[in-house]
């Protein structure tokens, strides 16, 4: 590639990395290395995924002010989310303004992790009071009391960023109204999120692979499940369901140590017509969307994402129940079922379900439409157009548009055998210690865990050696997990 190729700096976080927003970047640069360079820079860690090239490297984030000070880059592109993998990039988001791409318009959660660090309460609790008046100070002690209310999704704490940057990104008109009510005089852009298009499997073989039984109406979830997923209002739709046709829920995604999800499990009667499966690689993930009849992917309150699961779920050809609200109220009314977000939401949800058991005319129509219209509007091209438009409003001159068409996801399938299953004290450990921020390390978790069993505060199974008896850290078979499993 020439010298005069437009040079970026992309800081992202990479698997091993567990973030969705991981699998969104490798799924996109290299369609974008087509056209640019591009230097990836990481929080002192190997990828394991992303396939560097003569367009394309990865470096480490504490090269970038040397490097840059040398020969500056064209732009800076940030992936912002709302998790502690972002938190090494916030400093220079706003000491080298660039692209900010807002996954989440909320970074709460985020700057809490941040602030609170060391003696952090006193300033944590400024920020709030100097954006948000009375109301945010009462919300920062409530939080330093230990508490995290559903009231912290009004107060973004994202504006700092926001205003520092040259154009903010965000992949819904919702996200963009959002940022624009708190920052007016910011330049905010809609682009599509870019997913590849996932292979279609026929649903008798992934159950076949997966040993779902053929004969039963299958509602899954891949996504990671925290308690604005709605796991509990699908549950009871689904304990109803069972009194009409004989459905099963399956879970694939880890869980967030807020959910008490065997005690659901156990509320709802559904011990033995469900299955969690934690976290599970790319293909086993697949294959879960695949063997669905519905899947659901309900959330609310919204912190103003776009669901790349949800995305890759609709691109399989599923019918899909989402709530109808944020970006996801954007989506066609035929492409998805909408569940208003109200006191009526678990009986609607029942209510759709049931109709969607009955009408395998109406489950096919539904995800027929879905994969049409992630073709159409969330392709990787698509977002590469977007991401061009959004670099040019960033530098004041034009930038060649990478060369694409549809991109088909390829992916191998694992051979048939039941998928594992994950110890839920591993589980809730692993998840514990990623909210703290600390790795979460196959030893450790299994330290912790036993540790946690031989007081008697849960049964463990980890074996003598310090590992899971089978599969992965994740509860993937090899050990990988996906990003379908986050978001």
Not at 18 to 37: C, H, K, M, N, T
Not at 244 to 267: D, K, T, Y
Not at 283 to 303: E, G, I, Q
Request: hydrophobic share 45%.
């Amino acid at each position: 590639m020439a010298d005069s190729a437009l040079r970026l700096a992309w800081f992202t976080p990479l698997r091993p990395v567990e973030s969705g927003i991981s699998q969104y970047s490798e799924d996109l640069l290299p369609v974008l290395a087509r056209a640019w360079q591009i230097d990836v820079y990481v929080d002192g860690y190997r990828p394991t995924h992303l396939r560097e090239s003569d367009t394309l490297r990865v470096r480490m984030a504490r090269e970038f002010r040397a490097a840059h000070r040398a020969r500056p880059y064209d732009a800076v592109i940030y992936q912002m989310g709302n998790n502690p993998y972002h938190a090494y990039m916030y400093d220079l988001a706003r000491e080298v303004p660039g692209v900010l791409v807002l996954h989440d318009t909320v970074l709460h959660h985020l700057r809490v992790g941040m602030l609170l660090r060391g003696r952090g309460a006193p300033r944590y609790r400024a920020e709030m009071e100097r954006r948000y008046g009375r109301a945010g100070w009462e919300a920062a002690t409530r939080v330093l009391r230990g508490q995290m209310p559903s009231a912290l999704f009004q107060f973004p704490l994202s504006e700092e960023l926001i205003e520092a940057s040259r154009v903010v990104a965000v992949h819904s008109e919702y996200s963009r109204q959002q940022v624009l009510g708190w920052c007016p005089d910011a330049q905010v852009l809609r682009i599509p999120m870019g997913v590849p298009l996932p292979p279609e499997i026929p649903r008798e073989e992934a159950r076949r692979r997966l040993s779902l039984p053929e004969d039963q109406f299958v509602v899954a979830s891949v996504t990671f499940i925290n308690p604005y997923k709605r796991l509990d209002v699908v549950m009871q739709a689904v304990r109803r369901l069972r009194e009409f046709v004989p459905a099963r829920l399956v879970l694939a995604g880890n869980v967030s140590h807020m959910v008490p999800l065997e005690r659901l499990i156990g509320m709802f009667g559904l011990e033995q017509a469900s299955d969690h499966l934690g976290y599970v690689d790319d293909a086993t993930a697949r294959l879960v969307v695949a063997a669905a009849d519905v899947c659901v992917n309900l959330r609310w309150p919204t912190a103003g994402e776009t669901s790349a699961s949800l995305l890759r779920t609709m691109g399989a050809g599923r019918p899909v129940l989402v709530t109808d609200g944020g970006s996801f109220a954007e989506i066609p009314d035929g492409a998805v079922v909408k569940v208003p977000p109200d006191v009526l939401e678990e009986e609607t949800v029942f209510a759709l379900l049931r109709s969607l058991a009955e009408r395998p005319d109406l489950r096919e129509r539904v995800g027929r439409l879905a994969r049409e219209f992630v073709a159409q509007e969330h392709s990787l091209a698509a977002a590469a157009r977007g991401y061009a438009a959004a670099i040019e409003a960033a530098i004041g001159r034009p930038v060649p548009i990478p060369p694409g068409g549809m991109e088909t996801e390829q992916i191998d399938l694992p051979a048939a055998e039941p998928p594992a299953r994950t110890d839920p004290l591993a589980g809730a450990v692993a998840q514990a210690l990623v909210d703290l921020g600390v790795g979460a390390d196959a030893r450790l978790v299994a330290s912790v865990a036993r540790s946690m069993a031989e007081i008697g505060l849960a049964p463990g199974k980890m074996d003598s050696t310090g590992t899971e008896p089978e599969g992965g850290k994740d509860g993937s078979r090899g050990g990988e997990r996906s990003k379908a499993n986050q978001r």
